[in-house]
């Protein structure tokens, strides 16, 4: 498509439109679906896999230690993350933050 021309450059933004139009119409449908799933009561994101020993072992620590020296007993100790991976500052940082619900 040649957009040095009026007609190439007509053409461009018209396709440009089109597809602007359609992310926002999926949009739409996308936010009308979850909501009518929330009325029902179905579950939207991800179910925690973090056993629920390790979210308490964390939250004793973290009472009194810094997230880095919450994260090295939980690796120390053989626990993971919800993922199955080991625990870094920023996975204690929102594993905390998701348990206490802030």
């Keep these: 498509m040649d957009t040095s021309t009026p ?4 053409v461009a933004n018209v396709m440009m439109l089109v597809a602007q139009w359609e992310r926002r119409v999926i ?3 996308t936010s009308a679906d979850m909501q009518a799933a929330k009325r029902q009561g ?6 925690s896999a973090l056993a ?3 979210g308490a ?4 620590l973290r009472a009194t230690r810094t997230l880095a020296a919450t994260a090295e007993p939980l ?3 053989g626990l993971v993350t919800a993922t199955g991976t080991k625990w870094t ?3 204690v940082c ?3 933050k998701r348990l206490v619900g802030a």
Aim: hydrophobic fraction near 30%.
């Design 7 to 10: 007609t190439g450059e007509l």
């Design 94 to 96: 929102k594993t905390h």
């Design 52 to 54: 629920e020993a390790t």
């Design 27 to 29: 949009g739409e449908r």
């Design 89 to 91: 500052e920023n996975a």
């Design 57 to 60: 072992r964390l939250l004793t």
């Design 75 to 77: 690796n120390a100790e």
């Design 42 to 47: 179905r579950h939207m994101s991800r179910v």
